[in-house]
């Protein structure tokens, strides 16, 4: 069933940081979605910055279990963490074996570096690097990602344009700031289901108990 709280609970949107955002891949929450936590002005200046990925999403089952026997934890911190403001830059490491003294996979750690577009709608391109793997994952190509909050952000923009044309706009300009094919695919049909005006959400929140 759905939470009573079922809206309280929906991503919430920061179009100026990626500080407050998750991130999801085929509109799934939870489904090794990337949650990068609120910060406050003195975790800012301090580098307190926290973020981790979420496997918390039942279909996640399908994938293999640690290297020990263990399930894969629900939420997996990503440490050393780095962030450029102006560059729109993450860097972190998911640590495997320092974490849970295992490796998942073979693979004992995996490096991010992403960079967002400008209004913190998606991950615009990046790597993800594991220890035991020749090539990395490439943002908008392997592992294509964006705001959870895309939907309602969409919607808040239908409503204040005047034209189908205005909105289309929105579309235009994420080809500008460089999205990828496969990633405005994404963007383009959750943008069309918020211009039709459809009820029903492209996206799984995994806010059902």
Not at 114 to 140: A, V, W, Y
Not at 152 to 169: A, F, K
Not at 176 to 183: F, I, N, P, V
Request: with cysteine.
């Amino acid at each position: 069933y759905r939470n009573v709280d079922f809206q309280a609970q929906l991503p919430p949107y920061v179009a100026n940081s990626i500080w407050g955002n998750t991130f999801c891949q085929m509109y799934t929450v939870g489904l090794a979605s990337y949650h990068f936590e609120e910060t406050t002005e003195a975790d800012e200046a301090s580098g307190n910055y926290r973020a981790y990925i979420s496997y918390e999403h039942p279909h996640t089952n399908v994938w293999p279990a640690l290297d020990n026997g263990e399930n894969v934890p629900g939420r997996v911190p990503f440490r050393i963490i780095e962030w450029d403001p102006v560059e729109r830059i993450f860097k972190g490491d998911i640590c495997w074996e320092e974490e849970y003294n295992t490796t998942w996979m073979s693979e004992d750690k995996w490096h991010y570096e992403i960079k967002f577009d400008p209004k913190f709608m998606f991950i615009l391109s990046g790597t993800c690097t594991r220890s035991n793997s020749e090539e990395p994952h490439q943002f908008g190509q392997d592992l294509v990602y964006v705001n959870a909050a895309l939907e309602s952000v969409l919607g808040d923009i239908r409503e204040t344009v005047s034209t189908t044309g205005e909105y289309l706009d929105v579309v235009r300009k994420w080809r500008q700031d460089g999205a990828s094919g496969r990633t405005l695919e994404m963007l383009g049909e959750v943008s069309m289901r918020v211009l039709d005006n459809r009820p029903e959400s492209m996206f799984d929140f995994n806010l059902y108990r």
